[in-house]
């Protein structure tokens, strides 16, 4: 099992930048494909970035953050973080981080093992 707590979310100005950190434990962190994803209200979860383990290190984000956010991990400290920079408010959303095993279909979230809480971010205009 893979417990995840997200940290780092909070209330921004347009503009402004976030780090968002995942803590891991369990399970053999350095092997997992680590992806962010978020869910606004009335919306379905979608996906942000991803990357994946067993040191390839292959970075997926979506189309929307693509320059302005980055992803990274520590396999030491088992820690996966987001870094958005230039945030806008309709990056307003929960932001969970996620796990899986393999490499495969990283940007669907039906294809994730565990899930953290998540971590609230708000943009305000």
């Known amino acids: 099992q893979v417990q995840l707590v997200e940290s780092g979310g909070g209330l921004v100005q347009a503009g402004d930048s976030l780090r968002l950190s995942c803590a891991a434990s369990?399970?053999?962190?350095?092997?997992?494909?680590m992806g962010w994803f978020r869910q606004a209200p009335g919306k379905e979860r979608e996906f942000v970035a991803a990357?994946?383990?067993?040191?390839?290190?292959?970075?997926y984000y979506a189309d929307d953050v693509k320059g302005r956010f980055t992803v990274s991990r520590d396999s030491a400290k088992k820690m996966v973080n987001l870094q958005m920079n230039n945030l806008k408010p309709e990056d307003t959303a929960v932001y969970y981080c996620?796990?899986?095993?393999?490499?495969?279909?990283?940007?669907?979230?039906?294809?994730?093992?565990?899930w953290g809480q998540g971590t609230q971010v708000t943009v305000s205009s």
């Open positions: 369990g399970g053999t962190f350095r092997t997992y494909t």
């Open positions: 996620a796990a899986r095993k393999d490499s495969s279909g990283v940007r669907s979230a039906t294809t994730y093992n565990y």
């Open positions: 990357i994946t383990g067993s040191s390839s290190n292959v970075y």
